[in-house]
């Protein structure tokens, strides 16, 4: 079983950033597809940005592109979010998934404010 958690939420001020951190068990971590996904305060969930296994492709929704990278290090078992240029609208719970052959795997997600 692929345990995901999310890590460097945190409060910020507008046009700031932050660095998230989704680390995930696996021998076989690399072959993962890997994404983050938001959920606003009483909102429904939102798709934010992926990454390939290979980390060769790269996908972003357009309310961050430009703004947002996301990466992976298969050496750490780790896929990073570094949000830059942060906004109010950005608050939400961020959640990491990994994508295996076998299924999907859901961290418990990392809290994002951003004040203004």
């Known amino acids: 079983q692929v345990q995901v958690v999310e890590s460097g939420g945190g409060l910020v001020q507008a046009g700031g950033s932050l660095r998230l951190s989704c680390a995930a068990s696996g021998r076989t971590f690399r072959r993962y597809a890997m994404g983050w996904f938001r959920q606003p305060p009483g909102k429904g969930q939102e798709f934010v940005a992926g990454i390939s296994w290979s980390g060769l492709s790269t996908y972003y929704a357009d309310s961050v592109k430009g703004r947002f990278t996301i990466s992976r290090d298969n050496t750490k078992n780790t896929v990073y979010l570094q949000m830059n240029s942060l906004k109010p609208e950005d608050t939400a719970v961020y959640y990491c998934?990994?994508?295996?052959?076998?299924?999907?795997?859901w961290g418990k997600g990392t809290l994002v404010t951003v004040s203004s």
């Open positions: 998934n990994a994508a295996t052959v076998l299924g999907s795997y």
